[in-house]
Every structure is written in C-alpha cells, then in structure tokens.
C-alpha cells in the first residue's frame, strides 16, 4: 500500500507563505483522494483539504481562500499551498487518502505561525 512522506513545514510569519510536500512510496493514479489533514496538540486531528484523481478539490472552512491543494500523479506527489498563514494554523500537518486510513500515517511536517 501506498505510504506518504510530509516535508515543508518550518516557521513562518502571519500573513506568510509556505508550500508543503507529500510524497508517495507508490504510484497514485489509483489513489481516488488524497487529503492534507492536520493535529495541534491536545486537539483532535482534523480534514484540511482534499484533492480527487479528477482534480475536484475540497476544502476546509478554515482555510478557505487561503489553502490550496494540488496533486501531480505522474511525480506521486501532493502538495498544500499555504497562504496569509494564522498562528491557528500551527500545527503538524499530514498526508493520507479520504477517508483516512490508520495505517498510511506518517510522521507529519511541523508548521508553526508566529503572530
């Protein structure tokens, strides 16, 4: 099964930008929807952004107009574009299909929003 690998994260500003990583272990053209979710400590972790094989994408009300999501099949990569970023956005941001699956959990990308 496909196993997904988050990189990117770092400390950022409010109001700034960052871009995080995903890569698969595998190909994900078989992959129907890959999903960016994320966990602050002493929070439950919680959806961010989905992105289907078609490219439809779904996102949080959170983070919409400031989030977006994108895949690329042929890299087995995704990615979350992170814009005017809050500090309620820190958090440690991870990768999965929708809905998750409890075994494709990797170790996260730590995203921190100074204020």
């Known amino acids: 099964q496909v196993q997904f690998v988050e990189s990117g994260g770092g400390l950022v500003q409010a109001g700034g930008s960052l871009r995080l990583s995903c890569a698969a272990s595998?190909?994900?053209?078989?992959?129907?929807?890959i999903a960016w979710y994320r966990q602050n400590s002493g929070k439950q972790r919680e959806f961010v952004a989905g992105?289907?094989?078609?490219?439809?994408?779904t996102v949080a009300d959170s983070v919409k107009g400031r989030f977006a999501i994108s895949r690329d099949n042929v890299k087995a990569m995704a990615y979350l574009q992170m814009n005017n970023a809050k500090p309620e956005d820190t958090a440690v941001y991870y990768c999965?299909?929708?809905?998750?699956?409890?075994?494709?959990w990797g170790q996260g990308t730590q995203v921190t929003v100074s204020s």
């Open positions: 595998r190909s994900i053209f078989s992959i129907n929807t």
């Open positions: 992105i289907a094989s078609g490219g439809g994408t």
């Open positions: 999965n299909i929708l809905p998750a699956d409890a075994r494709r």
